[in-house]
């Protein structure tokens, strides 16, 4: 791991970074974007309810290391839909690499969730882009998911494409704080770490983008693409087992979302990864453990730098 002294000190009440639209690579995104040295940039993408946001403060614990920049994926957050109005898991991974191939030089790209897989699609089937790859808690096929884990069944039900109808309509109208202290209890190990001004910020979002127009249709069409996805499990394992850029598997023990059975086999089938398994935390460790992810990042791309990463960790 890295020095925590190369670190700066969280703010734990640091606020979402400055965001804009920006085109690159002919794809327009809403990101927020983190000062820092330029030399090889950090991307980071959101997983499927998320936004850039959810990157504040792991971007600004790395900030003395990459310049950030945290997207919105098209139709997530403030980013509008693309025309095609893909929303499967490849015509993100598309819209991400347009993105990136604009900026012309390769970066460090982590992914949370849904964004894990996005992310690493755009690293297998364009390794020029990527100097280095974290994956927290990855969407990868799981075709013996445990309902038993998610604390509300809806969200489950919700990506079906008929009975799914009663439980979308349900979380459209849901209370926006209730609908924020929901997702804490399903995305954090212990929800009680998060601080009452994070749950308001996480209730503003929640209302704000009830008032745009796709935001609904962009998040059940890239649930349903995910899960139907899923179905081609095989290929999706495959694809992983491409990736050639140095990779960090996060994953907390008690992700409620994403099995932690398959921390060991995502580590083992990309073939440069290490693994980091988290005690306590959660889906989203880059939220609720910031400082420990912080360090694993740093020390993995120190010793990619020192050419000492395919040694035992």
């Known amino acids: 791991m890295a020095d925590p002294a190369t670190l700066p000190r969280l703010d734990p009440h640091q ?13 327009t995104l809403h990101v927020r974007e983190t000062p820092g040295p330029q030399d090889t940039p950090a991307v980071y993408v959101h997983g499927l309810s998320g936004s850039a946001t959810n990157w504040t403060d792991l971007a600004a614990l790395l900030s003395t290391r990459a310049a950030g920049t945290a997207v919105d994926l098209p139709g997530f957050g403030l980013s509008r839909p693309l025309a095609s109005r893909d929303y499967s898991p490849q015509g993100h991974a598309d819209a991400l690499m347009c993105f990136l191939a604009g900026r012309g030089r390769p970066v460090h790209l982590l992914g949370n969730s849904f ?8 690293a297998a089937r364009r390794p020029e882009l990527v100097r280095t790859l974290t994956l927290v808690s990855p969407a990868l096929p799981d075709l013996r998911p445990d309902p038993r884990r998610v604390s509300d069944p809806r969200l489950l039900l919700a990506l079906l494409p008929v009975v799914g109808r009663r439980a979308r309509a ?18 954090f190990g212990d929800p009680s770490r998060v601080p009452e001004h994070r749950l308001a910020q996480a209730a503003e979002e929640f209302a704000a983008r ?8 962009a998040a059940e069409r890239t649930g349903r693409a995910m899960v139907a996805g899923w ?4 290929s999706l394992w495959s694809m992983a087992a491409r990736v050639q850029a140095p990779t960090l598997v996060v994953w907390g023990d008690r992700d409620r979302l994403v099995a932690p059975r398959l921390a060991h086999r995502a580590a083992a089938v990309l073939p ?19 400082e420990t992810v912080a360090r ?10 020192a050419g000492t990463w395919e040694e035992p960790g």
């Open 15 to 27: 606020p979402a970074w400055p965001g804009a639209e920006v085109t690159s690579g002919g794809v």
């Open 115 to 122: 964004g894990g897989l996005v992310a690493l699609t755009v």
């Open 170 to 187: 349900g979380l459209a109208s849901m209370d926006p704080r209730v609908r924020a202290e929901q997702v804490v209890r399903i995305c």
């Open 210 to 217: 009830a008032r745009l127009e796709w935001a609904q249709e």
């Open 231 to 234: 179905l081609r499990a095989r």
């Open 272 to 290: 440069r990864s290490r693994l980091l398994v988290l005690p306590g935390v959660g889906h989203v460790a880059q939220m609720e453990a910031p």
């Open 296 to 305: 694993a990042v740093a020390g993995m791309w120190d010793a990619v730098e």
